[in-house]
């Protein structure tokens, strides 16, 4: 796999073979090509990968990836972690983690065959309750014609076991930065925040929700409040903590961007698998995206749940990196390259995607 690294603060990327991306930008009346088939736009690509990493955007006829922001330097090992924070998690600085991001929908005969690899491993927990006839119905449902929104609704759903302390320390120093920038962009667009945060039967509590609210200051502190502990075991209740996500008072109007960030290291216990399937599903029949962010620890079962909610509602499929040396080692993903940006870049990126309904690589 190519890992392409963000390098400069400002810097064009001539696409390499395996990596290609679209030859022109396309927003509400135009559509991004399938490049999963081998089709290769911007120069042909022989694995049919598409660089769909979140640090970047093309514009029409630009046939290259825009690469801004902060540098990261992928032989980088440092850290950057500063006192202990609210709620006992370690207080990670700002705009240190590294992610890259996927889009499966875009390259879904890809994600088709890698489903199937992964199937053939029968591990226990597949979700099989989610059937390819569905997945196709999502893919030919989205259809690449995002429409414009004018009012935002996002949830922070977050395992908060013993593992997740950098990355729920990462996102108390970093979220009032990341409404801040969303708002920078959107000035009119009235954000609503709620947190959805879950361990484990047997721990101090499964799952804990948090209303919407349009309090920027009180969702902060509500988020600050949270620590990392328990989980015990390796899998935990991404299925509760999804089921109660659905449950949230979501704004149905059609000018509403629905998203939902889903934080997390670990899968659904095996014997949960269908009711796992059943709060993706959930989730797609409320409008909610879902964009998982894969932490350290990510194995096969649970890299294919995140990649499979992502595509049936829509999302992406966001992954932490090495390159920031915080945490533990970060699985790979099973893909062919990768743009590597900060998480908060991915994160804003994926909000102004959804609001003004332009695709971005």
């Not at 006829?61 to 924070?85: H, K, R, W």
């Not at 919407?212 to 299925?239: H, M, N, R, V, W």
Request: some cysteine.
């Amino acid at each position: 796999m190519k890992k392409l690294a963000q390098v400069g603060i400002a810097l064009i990327f001539a696409f390499l073979p395996g990596c290609s991306a679209p030859s022109q930008g396309w927003g509400s009346s135009s559509s991004p090509p399938d490049l999963s088939a081998g089709s290769g736009a911007g120069g042909g690509s022989s694995t049919g990968g598409a660089a769909f990493g979140s640090g970047g955007t093309t514009s029409a006829g630009s046939g290259a990836l825009l690469i801004s922001g902060a540098p990261v330097d992928s032989t980088s090992t440092s850290t950057s972690v500063e006192a202990t924070g609210a709620g006992g998690a370690p207080g990670v600085s700002p705009g240190v983690l590294t992610a890259g991001a996927w889009d499966d929908n875009a390259n879904f005969q890809l994600f088709l065959g890698y489903q199937q690899s992964i199937f053939e491993l029968q591990l226990s927990g597949l979700l099989t309750l989610i059937t390819i006839e569905q997945q196709q119905s999502a893919h030919d449902a989205i259809a690449y014609v995002p429409t414009p929104r004018d009012l935002l609704d996002v949830a922070l759903v977050i395992d908060t076991t013993g593992s997740m302390a950098d990355e729920l320390g990462y996102l108390q120093a970093e979220f009032e930065a990341i409404s801040s920038a969303i708002f920078a962009q959107h000035p009119n667009a009235q954000q609503r925040w709620s947190l959805v945060v879950y361990r484990d039967e047997g721990d101090q509590y499964v799952v804990r929700t948090f209303a919407f609210t349009t309090d920027i200051k009180a969702f902060q502190a509500d988020l600050a409040q949270q620590s990392a502990d328990g989980g015990g075991d390796y899998p935990e209740a991404p299925d509760q903590a999804l089921a109660a996500m659905n449950t949230l008072a979501w704004r149905q109007s059609n000018s509403v961007a629905r998203l939902a960030f889903w934080v997390a290291d670990a899968p659904h216990h095996a014997q949960r698998a269908d009711a796992m399937a059943s709060s993706i599903q959930g989730a797609q029949a409320a409008g909610i995206h879902v964009y998982p962010v894969a932490s350290s620890g990510v194995d096969d079962l649970t890299e294919l749940t995140m990649r499979s909610a992502a595509q049936l509602t829509g999302g992406r499929y966001l992954f932490l990196t090495d390159d920031s040396g915080v945490g533990g080692s970060h699985k790979e993903p099973t893909i062919p390259c990768y743009f590597v940006t900060k998480l908060n870049a991915a994160v804003v990126r994926a909000v102004d995607m959804e609001m003004t309904g332009v695709y971005h690589l």
